[in-house]
């Protein structure tokens, strides 16, 4: 595991990321297991260059349009371990997504609680039904271009455009072989990922909030394991993060796309539907 530290943000923006952050994730703390692979070595010599594969994947994204999605986050400290789940859709053409976001049942210490709705845009992360202090009527609105971690982990969920985006600083990459991922035969490949150098190449859509992670995280190396299917498209990434925040918090992030092609549809909130408050821890 890779260590990286990370630095709190500042300001509203700062405070209302560092809320969903505490609710989200911290607060949470009170699995996402891999798919099994068969270790083809054979095949490795006939596959394309791994990393280049792997840096590919945002742009086949792209050209597929976009994709239904579920993502788990698995957080773990001081022998604690919670799941956050998600899902919902992603446009990969207009940059834009939309999730659902489950709570486990705890973290509020209430049996049924509603599911957080969070809409993915450039720069920016809308939520709705977080709490904290925040009408149920209303919206709040973050900067991820001023997240220490890009939202990479505060949102409870990691935007899967985003997480595509970062295989762009793909490095040391291996072939593990094929494998089966719900009845589609995929190809698993198994690295690490530099933030930096993955902030520098990306989408200009995404590159503020890489960017801000590159410079919020002690360490810009993050290991990951993709699957890609036949066409080259992204099936199923896991990112697995480590940083510092009042304790070492070890996050196995994983985002599954599948349903290429169903439409997306996101509607942004009015502003008169955006909470100006403040938020409570």
């Known amino acids: 595991m890779v260590g990286h530290r990370q630095r709190l943000p500042r300001g509203r923006a700062g405070e209302a990321a560092l809320a969903a952050g505490l609710v ?6 009170s699995g996402c297991a ?3 692979v068969s270790d083809d ?16 994947a945002a742009d086949t994204l792209a050209g597929t349009g976009s994709a239904r999605a579920r993502t788990a986050m698995e957080m773990a400290t001081g022998g604690t371990r919670v799941t956050i789940r998600g899902e919902g859709g992603v446009d990969f053409r207009r940059r834009m997504g939309q999730l659902l976001v489950m709570l486990p049942a705890d ?10 709705t969070e809409l993915l845009v450039p720069g920016a992360l809308y939520m709705k039904n977080r709490g904290a202090g925040v009408p149920a009527d209303k919206w709040v609105r973050v900067d991820t271009t001023t997240l220490a971690d890009g939202n990479l982990v505060t949102g409870g969920a ?12 793909a490095q040391e990459v291996t072939y593990v072989g094929e494998t089966d991922l719900a009845g589609t035969t995929v190809r698993h490949y198994r690295g690490v990922t530099d933030i930096e150098r993955a902030s520098k190449v990306a989408s200009p859509e995404v590159r503020g909030a890489l960017a801000a992670a590159a410079k919020g995280f002690s360490k810009d190396t993050v290991p990951f394991d993709a699957y890609l299917d036949e066409e ?17 918090i070890d996050v196995s992030s994983t985002t599954l796309l599948y349903g290429f092609g169903t439409p997306v ?17």
């Open 34 to 36: 891999g798919v099994g």
């Open 265 to 281: 549809t996101v509607v942004l909130p009015a502003s008169r539907d955006i909470y100006a408050g403040k938020i409570a821890d």
């Open 24 to 29: 989200l994730a911290v607060t949470a703390l």
């Open 232 to 248: 080259g498209r992204l099936r199923k990434v896991r990112h697995r993060f480590t940083y510092v925040n009042n304790g070492v």
């Open 41 to 56: 070595r054979a095949a490795a010599d006939t596959v394309e260059d791994p990393a280049a594969v792997v840096r590919g």
């Open 107 to 116: 973290v509020k210490g209430e049996e049924e609680h509603r599911p957080i």
């Open 158 to 169: 990691t935007d899967p455009l985003v997480a595509a985006e970062l295989l762009r600083g």
